[in-house]
């Protein structure tokens, strides 16, 4: 007799990739905001060419402001969490794409940037988190 097994091994479950992941952070955070009233305009809007910016979600307050979300996940609260993994060069990429967004539209709406944060903790809204300096 062997020690060798008939039995077939299960499959691994393979694991979400980063996109996986960061979507679904976006659908939640997607979702959060909706609860909140705010009004989805556009998802994932970027800017065409190369070291540009990209913008998860641009949002129609229910005071007709026009919020820029960027959304973070994190797995951990090390390292200061979500909202710290927001530094200048991300915030200046994501002013960029706001500026390239409203460069389209003919009257200029109020705007902020927003930051959503999923952690293990639950769902954080930072309304006005940084300015386009």
């Known amino acids: 007799m062997g020690f060798l097994s008939s039995k077939p091994k299960a499959a691994a ?12 952070a976006e659908d939640l ?7 909140q009233g705010l009004r989805l305009l556009v ?26 979300v960027e959304v973070r996940k994190r797995s951990s609260l090390r390292q200061g969490g979500a909202a710290a993994s927001v530094g200048g060069v991300k915030q200046r990429r994501i002013v960029f794409a706001a500026h390239h967004y409203l460069m389209r539209l003919q009257t200029l709406p109020p705007c902020r940037f927003d930051v959503v944060v999923v952690e293990p903790t639950g769902v954080q809204w930072l309304q006005a988190a940084f300015d386009a300096q």
């Open 13 to 24: 479950t393979p694991l979400p990739t980063t996109k996986q992941v960061g979507d679904g």
């Open 29 to 35: 955070a997607l979702r959060y905001l909706q609860k």
């Open 43 to 68: 998802r994932n809007y970027r800017t065409p060419g190369r070291g540009g910016g990209e913008i998860d979600l641009i949002m129609r307050a229910p005071d007709s402001t026009t919020v820029f």
